[in-house]
């Protein structure tokens, strides 16, 4: 049975970090590419960040470009989210998945697997 289980969400300052992590098993995590994604009340998913199966190759989405870091530890099973210079907007429920290929992520297929999320606040 697949799980991936996100943690690290919390309540934190505008300007402030966050470190989410997924971790996963029943999977072979090194062969799959994961993504975070996020859904804020009332609006719908939206992709975060990718990363391939080895962690050679990233995407992310403009709206987190250059303040949040995806990166992955295959030894541990695990994907982490590192959240810079947060902001009021980066408010929702973050979730991981996993799938073939993190450059479908972005267009919203190619997820086999998901996470429950974890929620992220960033106050004013």
């Known amino acids: 049975q697949v799980q991936l289980v996100e943690s690290g969400g919390g309540l934190v300052q505008a300007g402030g970090s966050l470190r989410l992590s997924c971790a996963a098993s029943?999977?072979?995590?090194?062969?799959?590419?994961m993504g975070w994604f996020r859904q804020a009340p009332g609006k719908v998913r939206e992709f975060v960040a990718g990363i391939n199966w080895s962690g050679g190759s990233t995407d992310y989405a403009d709206s987190v470009k250059g303040r949040f870091t995806i990166s992955r530890d295959n030894a541990k099973n695990t994907v982490y989210l590192q959240m810079n210079s947060l902001k009021p907007e980066d408010t929702a429920v973050y979730y991981c998945?996993?799938?073939?290929?993190?450059?479908?992520?972005?267009?919203?297929?190619?997820?086999?697997?998901w996470g429950k999320g974890t929620l992220v606040t960033v106050s004013s």
């Open positions: 998945a996993a799938g073939g290929s993190y450059r479908d992520f972005r267009r919203q297929y190619g997820m086999d697997y």
């Open positions: 029943g999977l072979t995590f090194s062969t799959y590419a």
